[in-house]
């Protein structure tokens, strides 16, 4: 696959948002152990709230200003802090992609560099902090160096959506370092993080495999 339409995206991005609606209780429980509870209440209005837009705002001929339109529809749903992160990522990589009306693979690893960037910034955290960084960096820095090594987003997605996966139980032994959950210290300790979880259950949705399924499409 060479080039990826603004449907194939939208219909991905719906895909997206159902896991997360779907994800609520599961994230909602994992938050409790460290948080508020509430992770999974956010992610379900964000989702909806981007739902909504798409169903408003179909992709048209730039593709950077519909996906950052995306980011504010998440924020206005759900202003928070995972709200605000969510912006940030769709706007940086919305950048990336103002003026194109589709996506070829190297456009896509840079936009998800972007995001993965800009939610570094904007949450002053890192991998190994135990937040969505720690499942999203590794699949950024997967797909770039597929993309870069000449492979196919056909034969870079299951690298990137493993290296997600990875990601996100590798920082279940560690303690958070960033927001609320910090607070809590060792509680922290063996659990798993609600964003990185929600991070990989987005993916394995746009991937169209379940949680141990491996292979993918992109209709």
Not at 41 to 64: C, F, I, M, Q
Not at 108 to 135: F, H, N, W, Y
């Amino acid at each position: 696959m060479t080039k990826i339409t603004g449907n194939q995206i939208a219909n991905a991005l719906e895909r997206a948002c159902k896991r997360l609606i779907e994800l609520r209780d599961t994230l909602n429980t994992l938050d409790a152990a460290v948080g508020d509870g509430d992770s999974g209440l956010t992610a379900e209005k964000g989702a909806r709230g981007v739902l909504e837009y798409l169903s408003l705002t179909p992709p048209g001929e730039d593709l950077g200003k519909w996906l950052s339109g995306a980011g504010m529809a998440y924020n206005r749903a759900a202003p928070s802090t995972m709200g605000a992160l969510m912006a940030t990522a769709f706007m940086r990589a919305g950048k990336v992609a103002l003026g194109h009306s589709s996506l070829n693979p190297e456009l896509l690893a840079v936009m998800l560099l972007e995001a993965d960037k800009g939610i570094q910034e904007r949450g002053k955290s890192k991998p190994g902090d135990k937040t969505i960084v720690d499942a999203l960096h590794p699949a950024a820095v997967s797909l770039w160096s597929a993309v870069q090594a000449g492979s196919s987003l056909e034969g870079a997605v299951l690298p990137l959506l493993e290296a997600a996966r990875r990601g996100r139980d590798a920082a279940i032994p560690l303690r958070s370092q960033v927001g609320r959950a910090n607070w809590v210290g060792e509680r922290t300790e063996g659990q798993a993080d609600p964003g990185t979880v929600l991070f990989v259950g987005a993916l394995e949705a746009v991937l169209e495999v379940d949680s141990s399924e491996v292979g993918s499409t992109l209709s």
